[in-house]
């Protein structure tokens, strides 16, 4: 009686254990379609007055409704740059440059504001960050407890631009072309720590730029201190286990698309960063940036970014048809892929209305079906 009840069972057992597996395989951002990333005022060199007043005149429920209308089923928001500022408060960081907040940092909470508001449509939430302390200025890479920019293996000295290039420079390195240091990644960790537990699960991910080959080779080296990579990870996922994390080292597929493996060993999805939708070859353009043309490693998500518009941030009109991205978004949705579209942002949170009109074309086809899934 026994092994004929088991045997009326394992049916069912089969069956759980294949669609556990399947609900493993399939994440969230794969259910996405497709998403938008804006730079927000990621190039300026802002003052903290002009900073604080354009992130004051940002119109949150506005430029949510506008992301809603594109039928965008995530976005990645840039919380700050190689400037140095940061668009939402952060003690720790604020503490570190020994600054008051709304010098550095922002006085309003942006992306709070906008991760509140994002989760009531349904939408996701990605955090840009770097993964090295700001390049552009001398005294934060130092008071991060970062690698200094060097010549010649030796400290390049505040009046070095940090931004310069051996061409330029004989002998130079930047901060990110060197290992990081174990301070750097107790510091680090500190800073995104406190976003990740203020945010929870309003964030769904992290996109960390400047993750190059220096920082991925210091990965062992790091795990004999007690301040490495892995700290700097648990930190960033203190608030929400679940988030989902890519590395960029640079707009290549082998890089950005880790066919060559995975940059970093926490990495879930590829950053996917390239300027058009195929491969450049010496020829001009070669195979088309699909999952099945260059696979990512096992376990983690084929993702692709690149600039609708003229470049990072930038345009005021498509570089694509609509066609053309529909035809692109559906490939590579069907082959298990995400894709994310960056599209310029105004400081008060308005996206350029040529952009705007072609992104809620691709909209106007999308919906959500009742397991959650999003069709383009």
């Known amino acids: 009686m026994k092994s004929r009840f088991f045997l009326c069972l394992l049916p069912a057992l089969l069956a759980g254990a294949f669609n ?26 802002h003052s903290p007055q002009s900073y604080n007043k354009a992130i004051d005149s940002f119109n949150v429920d506005r430029f949510v409704s506008e992301v809603e ?49 994002l989760a009531r449509r349904d939408i996701r939430l990605i955090i840009y960050m770097t ?27 505040p009046g070095v631009d940090t931004m310069s290039h051996p061409r330029k420079v004989k002998g130079f390195r930047r901060s990110e072309n060197q290992a990081p240091t174990p301070t750097f990644m107790k510091n680090w960790g500190e800073v995104c720590g406190e976003w990740s537990r203020r945010y929870g699960k309003l964030v769904s991910g992290w996109w960390f730029d400047g993750y190059k080959s220096e920082m991925s ?24 286990p679940e988030a989902e994390l890519a590395f960029n080292a640079g707009a290549h597929p082998i890089l950005s698309l880790c066919t060559g493996g995975k940059l970093c060993p926490h990495q879930t999805f590829t ?35 690149l600039p609708v518009g003229a470049g990072w941030g930038a345009g005021e009109a498509s570089r694509f048809e609509t066609a053309t991205l529909k035809d692109r978004i559906d490939l590579i949705n069907a082959e298990g892929g995400a894709i994310t579209l960056d599209v310029p942002v105004s400081p008060d949170g308005r996206i350029p209305p040529g952009l705007l009109q072609v992104l809620r074309e691709l909209g106007k086809d999308g919906k959500k079906l009742k397991d959650g899934v999003r069709s383009y």
């Not at 390049?135 to 030796?154: C, E, F, Q």
């Not at 990965?219 to 203190?238: F, G, H, M, P």
């Not at 996917?272 to 999952?291: I, S, Y």
Request: include cysteine.
């Open 20 to 45: 556990a597996e399947a609900r493993v395989k399939e994440r969230w951002l794969q259910k996405s379609g497709y998403g938008l990333m804006f730079h927000y005022e990621a190039f300026k060199d």
């Open 217 to 240: 080779d210091a990965y062992q080296s790091l795990k004999k201190e007690k301040y490495n990579i892995d700290t700097w990870v648990d930190a960033i996922r203190s608030g929400n």
């Open 69 to 117: 209308s594109s039928g965008a089923g995530h976005i990645i928001f840039v919380i700050g740059q190689h400037w140095g500022k940061y668009c939402a408060p952060n003690s720790a960081y604020e503490k570190l440059l020994g600054v008051e907040n709304g010098v550095w940092t922002s006085k309003r909470d942006l992306i709070l504001e906008i991760g509140e508001q």
């Open 271 to 305: 950053s996917g960063e390239n300027h058009g939708f195929h491969q450049r070859t010496k020829k001009g353009q070669g195979k088309a940036l699909t999952p099945k043309n260059f696979p990512a490693p096992q376990g983690v998500i084929w993702h692709l970014l």
């Open 131 to 157: 993964a090295r302390a700001p390049m552009r200025h001398y005294k934060v890479i130092k008071a991060m407890g970062d690698t200094l920019p060097s010549i010649n293996g030796k400290p390049a000295g």
